[in-house]
């Protein structure tokens, strides 16, 4: 009997172990509310996304306090033509994601090789000013797409990757407005009509779009800086490019994006925009220019803005200032 009894305590631990994981996950659900979104990850999510961490994404870029590297060539994206690859796609309520199977490898920029793409997805905004997640100059753009890959020559599995240091590297793309639709998105498009009012688990087969014609032509002019993932758990094994050369969707294209819904906490099937972290400090991390950008206007700072170039050039002009009033007195 005493047997039965201890069974029974041990199936009652566990069933109250498994309950309790279940309703820290409930309470661990982050998404870009009000009350689950980017300025609460932080808190809800210390050691991973928290004040402590010092190489997070995405980050504010001014051109002019990056630093040239001659080394980077140019970027591109190999797969074999004859082999099977395939894309399909899912709205999983934080944002539409392309799974791309198959070996799709990035090549060039530095990166070797093996870095072999997994999936894209996009971050957006509800109005034209916001959305991309990177801001350069101060500037935001409309729509941001990520293109994520692993190290495939290091690690067998994304799985595997996960826990590597510079396991992982994202290609960046932000999109500007343009009058025309741009019809090398017009597939994509399409499939993301497909997913708007679906959930996480609808998962739908799409034609196949060759990765290289999302992204810029000029594939030579980038930002290279070492970062993290940009949604919870934050990891901080990313090598980032972000182009300098932008896309182009248009407006009505764009709006395919924002007609995407997904339930909010209460249930309410809302519109799914605004899916964007903002920019975190640099914390001494170099940003590195595979070109020499024109010189930037000083922006004024924003939010994650390493202030420390902005407040050296102050000085320097306050003391060229005096110097020049000491001349002329
Ligand atoms: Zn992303």
Redesign the pocket.
């Known amino acids: 009997m005493s047997g039965i009894k201890v069974m029974l305590w041990i199936i009652a631990i566990v069933f109250m172990t498994i309950c309790s994981t279940d309703a820290e996950d409930k309470a661990q659900k982050w998404g870009y509310d009000k009350e689950d979104g980017p300025l609460r990850w932080g808190k809800m999510f210390p050691d991973e996304c928290g004040e402590q961490k010092h190489r997070q994404s995405p980050v504010y870029i001014n051109t002019s306090a990056v630093t040239f590297i001659e080394d980077f060539d140019q970027i591109s994206i190999v797969y074999q033509k004859n082999h099977e690859h395939k894309m399909s796609i899912l709205n999983n309520g934080e944002?539409v994601k392309v799974k791309v199977e198959g070996q799709v490898n990035i090549v060039g920029g530095s990166l070797g090789e093996a870095y072999r793409i997994i999936q894209l997805?996009f971050?957006w905004g509800s109005e034209d000013d916001q959305g991309s997640?990177h801001k350069i100059n101060g500037k935001a753009y409309p729509l941001?797409m990520?293109m994520v890959s692993y190290d495939n020559g290091r690690f067998a599995t994304l799985q595997e990757a996960l826990s590597g240091f510079n396991s992982l590297a994202?290609l960046s793309t932000l999109f500007e407005i343009s009058k025309e639709d741009n019809p090398v998105l017009d597939t994509l498009i399409h499939a993301v009509e497909e997913v708007a009012h679906k959930g996480p688990n609808d998962i739908i087969d799409m034609d196949w779009v060759d990765p290289q014609s999302l992204i810029p032509s000029k594939t030579n002019h980038f930002f290279r800086y070492d970062g993290s993932l940009?949604?919870p758990p934050c990891l901080e094994n990313v090598i980032w490019t972000v182009f300098s050369e932008k896309q182009t969707i248009s407006e009505a294209q764009l709006e395919r994006f924002r007609g995407c819904f997904y339930q909010n906490n209460d249930g309410e099937e809302v519109p799914l925009v605004d899916n964007f972290r903002p920019p975190q400090p640099l914390h001494g991390r170099e940003i590195y220019a595979s070109f020499q950008p024109k010189a930037a206007v000083p922006a004024a700072p924003v939010d994650g803005t390493d202030s420390s170039s902005i407040v050296t050039s102050s000085l320097v002009l306050i003391i060229g200032m005096l110097a020049a009033a000491l001349r002329f007195f």
Do not use: A, G, L, N
Request: net charge negative.
């Open positions: 944002t997805h971050h997640e941001e990520h994202v940009t949604t």
